[in-house]
């Protein structure tokens, strides 16, 4: 196994952070300072998605296991939570519905993490 690349995961780290205060999880003076430069809210969560989306795209095949599963779970959890940020806030919504709108995991032909792709 090889040691994972102390950018890499800091880009990923500073990514899903960003993504994170924007949608109001932070409790730490980070948030404060977003909220008063505007950073705040689904907009900005989705431009970080969407990063760590481009970034899954770009290094498809050249992560090692610890990246590739850090980058899983942060797509993972922010388009779980970008996504119930765009529903209404009718509790009587359909679960259903909002699960069909999240987008595939990976890029076609590589597996989920652990399953021994690449």
Do not use: I, Y
């Not at 008063?36 to 998605?49: C, I, N, T």
């Not at 990063?51 to 599963?69: C, F, P, S």
């Not at 993490?113 to 690449?118: E, I, K, L, V, Y």
């Amino acid at each position: 196994m090889s040691t994972p690349d102390p950018r890499f995961m800091g880009l990923l780290h500073a990514l899903r952070s960003s993504a994170e205060v924007a949608l109001g999880d932070d409790d730490t003076p980070l948030r404060a300072h977003a909220a008063r430069d505007g950073v705040r809210g689904l907009a900005a969560a989705e431009r970080s998605l969407g990063l760590l989306e481009m970034l899954q795209l770009k290094t498809a095949g050249n992560l090692g296991e610890t990246e590739r599963d850090a980058l899983w779970t942060a797509l993972r959890t922010l388009r779980a939570r970008v996504d119930r940020a765009r529903q209404p806030s009718d509790p009587e919504a359909d679960d259903t519905a909002r699960s069909a709108t999240l987008l595939p995991m990976a890029p076609l032909g590589e597996g989920e993490p652990g399953d021994g792709g690449p």
